[in-house]
């Protein structure tokens, strides 16, 4: 959901993968176990899995600072790329959600997806100013880093040895999403960095573990599943968890033609998933999906890949039409 003048394959590998997660998570419908009482909450196999969608949206903030922060854009065309985004937001929040869902439909559900949008709009704005203010910057990233992402991991075993305990879980809020902020640096900083995949691999792992530490201790706590992927963005699992996985896919290169052209294309065309996936949820939740609480991994998976590929479809006629402003800052737009 960037805006490069070359295609980087790796990212195109990144941003496919976390548009999967996301549409995945947002599809929702998977079962993942029950509460007992009188028994301790584990994640289930499907819950297990589901997880790993805590990497989606970061991975998208990742990736578009590693586009970003190379070019050395002017205030003005901050600024332009920043009121776009907006523009984008607010004119496919009233043709989507009101116009299309609302009044067409019938169906009253909140597109709150669209919160990405806005927070990157300001992200870009606070980076422009962060390579002309290099102590604020370490000042606010180190603050970022402690509130909320190290605050939430110690609140975390707070809960675990004092159950009678009521902590502040609105540190989860991040700063109202600027938590970003972080992600969006470290993927700059990390953007020309190789290292092991070992490495990485561990990340992966070790993050994945923290947020399933998070989820059993919350889970039991609240005696109610926790969510672990929309709640836990601005937390080190998610965090760890992200950085693994695009140092170690960001320098992936691709000899399948058919694998490129697939990852290039769903690349190319985020922007107009990540708008349209959950019109075409609303539609199958109230029209194809009526009375169907749990539906199984591999159908969820399934489902994601048909929204994403349709939405997909949809996304690149606009972006090759006159009206590629309405998703694109330009023509060009990779």
């Given at each position: 959901m960037s805006i490069s003048q070359k295609r980087i394959f790796g990212y195109d590998l990144i941003k496919t993968i976390a548009i999967i997660l996301i549409v995945n998570y947002h599809l929702g419908g998977?079962?993942?176990?029950?509460?007992?009482?009188?028994?301790l909450y584990l994640p289930n196999y499907n819950k297990l899995l589901s997880l790993f969608c805590a990497a989606g949206v970061p991975l998208f903030f990742m990736v578009n600072g590693a586009l970003m922060t190379p070019k050395n854009l002017s205030w003005k065309q901050t600024i332009s790329r920043s009121l776009h985004l907006l523009f984008?937001?607010?004119?496919?929040?009233?043709?989507?959600?009101?116009?299309?869902?609302?009044?067409l439909l019938g169906i009253y559900d909140n597109m709150s997806h669209f919160w990405f949008?806005?927070?990157?709009?300001?992200?870009?704005?606070?980076?422009?100013?962060?390579k002309y203010h290099k102590p604020i910057k370490?000042?606010?990233?180190?603050?970022?880093?402690?509130?909320?992402?190290?605050?939430?991991?110690?609140l975390d075993f707070v809960v675990l040895f004092s159950p009678s305990s009521k902590p502040l879980f609105w540190n989860h809020t991040g700063f109202f999403t600027l938590y970003a902020i972080l992600y969006f640096s470290i993927g700059g900083w990390f953007s020309d960095k190789r290292l092991s995949p070992i490495f990485s691999f561990g990340l992966i792992i070790l993050g994945f573990l923290l947020i399933n530490f998070e989820v059993i201790v919350l889970s039991n706590y609240?005696?109610?599943?926790?969510?672990?992927?929309?709640?836990?963005?601005?937390?080190?699992?998610?965090?760890?968890?992200s950085l693994g996985f695009f140092l170690l896919l960001k320098d992936v290169s691709a000899k399948n033609l058919l694998l490129n052209y697939f990852f290039t294309f769903i690349g190319k065309n985020t922007m107009g998933i990540y708008l349209l996936h959950v019109l075409f949820i609303f539609l199958l939740r109230n029209y194809l999906l009526i009375g169907v609480d749990h539906i199984s991994l591999l159908m969820s998976v399934g489902l994601s890949l048909i929204i994403i590929l349709v939405s997909g479809f949809i996304g690149n006629l606009l972006s090759n039409s006159k009206f590629y402003f309405l998703l694109h800052f330009t023509r060009r737009n990779l």
């Open positions: 998977i079962d993942h176990g029950t509460i007992n009482p009188e028994g984008i937001l607010f004119f496919w929040k009233v043709i989507l959600q009101y116009v299309i869902c609302q009044r949008l806005g927070t990157l709009s300001i992200v870009y704005i606070i980076s422009y100013f962060f370490i000042i606010i990233i180190s603050l970022l880093l402690i509130h909320p992402f190290i605050t939430n991991f110690l609240f005696h109610s599943i926790y969510d672990g992927v929309n709640s836990s963005f601005p937390t080190l699992g998610a965090l760890l968890l």
